[in-house]
């Protein structure tokens, strides 16, 4: 609308026009008098203005009725269905998803308003959804739902052939990571045996040594022949080449872990007896630190059938141990019980020495294990006789166990299968 | 050349220690036997030491 000062305003009404552009004059002719300019310039604004309003009433119609009118129409003709369907083909196939899909559009409240033709409810856990008619108020919004049939095969098949790839990498990890644990393994292994090696190569020299001195002093002319020389000479000869001999069997006695049959000639021994007649070769030694063997001899039921040779061995090593690993200084008290627990018999010796760490405990069974001294080598072992004291007990169908407190002592405790009285 | 020369033994073997004693003795050496290196080190009347040590 036109005010009288010139501005021009738009207001918001619904008419119709009855000036039709073209009935506005394209041009004017001019009479040729003071006042027809002035004239001719207001209708020239005129028709201008007419113009504006008009083509501006004219927009305001054409969104008006893309607002409301539209709107009105239930969403089952707003939409042409094929055309729907085609559009969503091509845009998906623009995609290059060329799988089937179902779709259908809904009222914004969930009400069904088309299917298409060859719908299925397969695969309606992924169902995509969109609105139509953005622009409408949220209560008339259509939505179109889409859902792909096929769509986890599709999703697996593209992935698939990643699959093998993945496999083969992970084979691949774990036959390295294997490797690398063996290598360490290994190492370790060749460690021990170097450990061994020099130890044993230092214990088997000594003995050698000493024998040989004594040789060579009694070839020596030198050395006055007393008899009590001769006699020192002679024992020294003995008690090295004892030495030497128990060390190689020692070594022999390792030879038994590689082999997987071992003999054994078992035959009937009492373990009491047995117990107490090792125990007395070792009271000596024993009693050289200022301690004492003490043997407790509560089992009834004693008879065993064991190999004496290795038996004896391996009842042997635990109490050599014991003397080996006593406190230093102070003396060492063996105590030494048998007994008849629940069909079984079962021994332990137990001593008051040095005693073993905790973490250190489980381990000792372990073939080459010895507790990690720094270079002290004060105690000469080659770390075989416990793995082999087990083997032998677990090969009799007996079990050890072991139990120590650092500073306090050990206990060995074994149980065996007890020989029942036949009579 | 002093006869009595001093030898520092340091063994930690009894018996092979004690041969080797008295061999240097029957020798004609004064030897000292010492358990190991540390009772070896410490000062005990020396004059003229010289060590044997073993492997």
């Known amino acids: 609308m036109a005010a009288d000062d010139g501005t021009v305003y738009s207001s918001f009404e619904l008419k119709t026009f009855a000036i039709k552009p073209a009935n506005v004059p394209k041009a004017m002719i001019l009479r040729t008098d003071k006042n027809s300019i002035s004239e001719a310039s207001k209708s020239l604004q005129e028709i201008v203005r007419n113009r504006y309003v008009y083509q501006k009433a004219l927009l305001d119609e054409v969104v008006y009725n893309i607002l409301y009118t539209a709107s009105d129409k239930p969403l089952k003709e707003r939409i042409n269905f094929k055309l729907l369907d085609r559009d969503i083909k091509v845009e998906l196939m623009n995609n290059g998803i060329n799988i089937p899909y179902h779709f259908r559009v809904e009222t914004a409240d969930g009400r069904e308003v088309y299917r298409c033709p060859d719908y299925s409810e397969e695969g309606e856990e992924y169902t995509y959804k969109k609105e139509l008619f953005r622009n409408d108020p949220s209560p008339k919004m259509g939505v179109v739902k889409i859902h792909f049939p096929n769509m986890s095969s599709y999703i697996f098949s593209s992935v698939r052939f990643m699959i093998p790839a993945v496999v083969f990498t992970v084979v691949l990890l774990i036959t390295f990571i294997f490797t690398i644990y063996i290598i360490f393994r290994q190492k370790r292994y060749t460690e021990i045996k170097n450990d061994f090696i020099n130890n044993m190569t230092h214990e088997l020299k000594t003995p050698i040594s000493s024998i040989s001195l004594a040789a060579q002093m009694l070839n020596d002319d030198a050395v006055p022949k007393s008899p009590t020389m001769l006699k020192h000479l002679g024992t020294v000869v003995n008690d090295e080449s004892k030495r030497l001999r128990f060390l190689v069997e020692k070594v022999l006695q390792m030879s038994m872990f590689d082999k997987q049959s071992v003999s054994f000639k078992k035959k009937e021994l009492d373990l009491n007896e047995l117990l107490e007649n090792i125990a007395s070769t070792f009271s000596l030694r024993v009693e050289h630190t200022g301690g004492h063997i003490y043997t407790e001899i509560e089992a009834v039921d004693s008879a065993i059938y064991v190999d004496e040779v290795h038996f004896q061995n391996a009842i042997t090593n635990l109490m050599d141990n014991a003397v080996k690993y006593r406190k230093p200084d102070q003396p060492l008290d063996l105590y030494i019980r048998t007994w008849n627990e629940k069909e079984r018999l079962c021994f332990s010796i137990r001593d008051t020495g040095q005693g073993i760490k905790k973490e250190n405990v489980k381990k000792i069974f372990e073939k080459f294990y010895r507790v990690h001294t720094g270079n002290v080598h004060d105690v000469k072992g080659f770390g075989l006789g416990l793995a082999y004291v087990k083997k032998i007990i677990t090969l009799h169908e007996g079990d050890i166990k072991c139990e120590s407190e650092l500073g306090k002592g050990t206990t060995f405790t074994v149980s065996l299968p007890v020989l029942k009285e036949t009579s | ?55």
């Open chain 2, 1 to 55: 050349m002093d006869d009595k020369m001093k030898i520092l033994l340091c063994e930690d073997d009894e018996n092979l220690g004690m041969l080797l004693r008295e061999y240097l003795q029957a020798k004609g050496y004064v030897a000292e036997l010492c358990a190991d290196g540390d009772a070896g080190l410490r000062p005990s009347s020396r004059q003229s030491s010289i060590s044997a040590c073993s492997t």
